[in-house]
């Protein structure tokens, strides 16, 4: 490891240099893994001549890992997740050589190799809508003043006459939300399918046996997508007495909240979606919206009936609209949002989950970077939006008691901080012991192993973490980040045969969670 070290002081002599050069792109165009930051052309990304390397710095102490952090970041290299003894980067081979100059090559394992094959594996078919879109696709080559020949048009129309008309029944049997076997867990959807998918769980459950499914409107992306969710509650809620009980006492004071938790409607948000490439956890999240709500409504002694009687769960499964979408359409590595950031040259977008305002830093990383912070706290739209949802629990006469961000990959189930080990939660021994309980839930489904820990000593310590202001600002008890699967072998490009068992998996632990919660602060022996 002297080597190392040594190395590493070169480069930090050499990093500095590197970037009065240009600090916007240290290196020369050909070289740069990111066409995707450019503006579009319409033509979609591709990654044939990268690899992810898994590099080990368990050798390291944390101020050579700060190094190295520092300087890939100052690369605008792509770091794909880290641990306490390794580090996943995606590189292009003259990528790999600079790091090999630092770093010895002994330290490098092979990941991925090839990225571009796993990333046409990955891609959904698309079975459910196909046939809408391509009704949506006529539509608007018939409704358009483009130039097509009269010819042309009535004979598109006249093929269209052809085909039966789809009735709204047919398309709701399609999804068949009366089953979780439905055909929609197995495979990606785009943005619209997932409303639509919550749209249908309306129409199908909402009122069916007390249970109640509303839509709620979070906010606006910069590309003006809108940011939705749901929630699910019973009709049999039993706190309308005690909430107007509640406002006659004086507030004073955390202590004062939290002697009267079970006078207020305990809320449970779960969010997805920060990173637009980690596909897996949207689709996570509506699974479990979708199994909460079956179980409920079919199963009044269920133990998602007896939940809802006292907690309200809200789902917001895309909190990043534009970075989905430009995952799907353009550039499958995209991971921030699509805001303009008035960076120098081309480069778009923030890092969501370095946005967030508790004890927020600005990056090294310049706008080019896929960890870019920002240039303050809630600069996206996407994180100011969902802090104002969560931070206004009290408006809506209710208290946001559990918050879970889904992410992939790695398998963790974590509790703040994410920014520093130093900053302990005064709850970190419960925090500790709900976890623990949530990853063996997750295990015990399929056998795959899931860690749980604190986020800043299971991966590599970052400020601006949604678990860190969801704690420390908003005063959620039980605040957790997860990872779900995998751990080595598609990272990012997730089959869709696994989204079921990745599924399955999470709603286990969150249904763990929950009860865990119930039993301790709603119903305590
Ligand atoms: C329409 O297309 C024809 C041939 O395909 C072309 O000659 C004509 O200029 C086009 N008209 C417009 C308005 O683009
Ligand atoms: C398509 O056909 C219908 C009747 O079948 C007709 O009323 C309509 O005007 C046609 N539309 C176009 C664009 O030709
Ligand atoms: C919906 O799922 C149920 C249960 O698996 C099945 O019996 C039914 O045929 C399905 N309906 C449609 C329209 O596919
Ligand atoms: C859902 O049902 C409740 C009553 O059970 C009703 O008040 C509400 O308007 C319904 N919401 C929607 C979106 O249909
Ligand atoms: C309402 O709360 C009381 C006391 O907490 C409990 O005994 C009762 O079962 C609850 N009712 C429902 C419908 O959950
Ligand atoms: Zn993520």
Redesign the pocket.
């Known amino acids: 490891m002297r080597a190392l070290t040594s190395t590493l002081l070169i480069l930090s002599l050499l990093t500095p240099s590197l970037a009065s050069i240009n600090p916007q792109r240290p290196f020369d165009a050909n070289t740069s893994p990111e066409p995707s930051s450019s503006l579009d052309d319409g033509s979609v990304d591709r990654y044939d001549d990268q690899q992810v390397w898994r590099i080990d710095w368990s050798g390291m102490n944390d101020v050579n890992k700060r190094d190295i952090i520092d300087a890939i970041n100052l690369l605008d290299f792509d770091i794909w997740h880290t641990t306490r003894s390794t580090i996943d980067i995606r590189l292009n081979p003259s990528q790999l050589n600079v790091l090999h100059s630092f770093i010895p090559s002994s330290h490098f394992t092979p990941f991925i190799s090839n990225l571009q094959g796993l990333v046409d594996l990955s891609s959904d078919s698309p079975y459910l809508d196909q046939e809408a879109e391509e009704e949506e696709e006529e539509d608007e080559v018939l409704n358009s003043k483009s130039n097509i020949t009269e010819d042309l048009r009535k004979k598109k129309n006249k093929s269209r006459k052809g085909k039966k008309p789809k009735s709204p029944k047919e398309h709701i049997d399609q999804y068949n939300l009366t089953t979780i076997e439905t055909p929609f867990h197995d495979n990606f959807h785009p943005l619209k399918e997932m409303y639509k998918f919550g749209d249908v769980l309306i129409s199908t459950f909402n009122g069916t046996n007390g249970i109640e499914v509303e839509e709620i409107d979070i906010g606006t992306t910069f590309e003006g997508k809108s940011i939705k969710g749901w929630t699910v509650k019973s009709h049999?809620h039993?706190n309308t007495k005690a909430i107007s009980k509640a406002h006659n006492q004086p507030e004073s004071g955390r202590e004062k909240v939290e002697n009267r938790l079970?006078d207020v409607e305990l809320e449970f948000v779960v969010q997805a979606g920060q990173h637009g490439r980690e596909w897996v956890g949207p689709s996570s999240a509506l699974y479990f919206l979708h199994h909460l709500i079956l179980r409920a409504t079919t199963e009044p002694t269920s133990d998602a009936a007896?939940l809802l009687?006292?907690i309200r769960f809200t789902i917001v499964p895309q909190i990043n609209p534009d970075g989905y979408a430009y995952s799907r359409d353009k550039s499958r590595m995209w991971r921030k949002n699509r805001q303009e950031v008035g960076g120098k040259g081309k480069c778009l977008g923030i890092d969501l989950n370095s946005n967030w305002g508790y004890k927020w830093r600005s990056s090294k990383s310049t706008a080019c970077s896929e960890g870019y912070a920002g240039k303050e706290a809630f600069e996206a739209y996407e994180t100011k939006a969902m802090s104002e949802y969560l931070s206004g629990a009290g408006e809506r006469s209710n208290r946001v008691r559990a918050f879970v961000d889904i992410h992939s990959y790695g398998q963790l189930f974590m509790f703040p901080f994410a920014h520093s080990c130093d900053d302990f939660p005064p709850d970190a021994e419960m925090l500790m012991e709900a976890g623990l309980g949530v990853a063996k839930a997750m295990r015990t489904k399929q056998g795959e192993g899931y860690e749980a820990g604190q986020a800043c000593d299971l991966t590599y310590r970052a400020p601006g973490d949604a678990i860190d202001y969801t704690y420390g600002i908003t005063d959620v008890r039980w605040s957790y980040s997860a990872e779900l699967r995998d751990t080595g072998t598609y990272g990012f490009m997730l089959p869709p045969k696994l989204i079921r068992p990745t599924a399955d998996e999470l709603t286990a632990g969150l249904m763990y969670l929950a009860k865990f919660i119930y039993a301790l602060e709603v119903?305590p022996p």
């Open positions: 049999d039993n079970d007896i009687r006292s119903n």
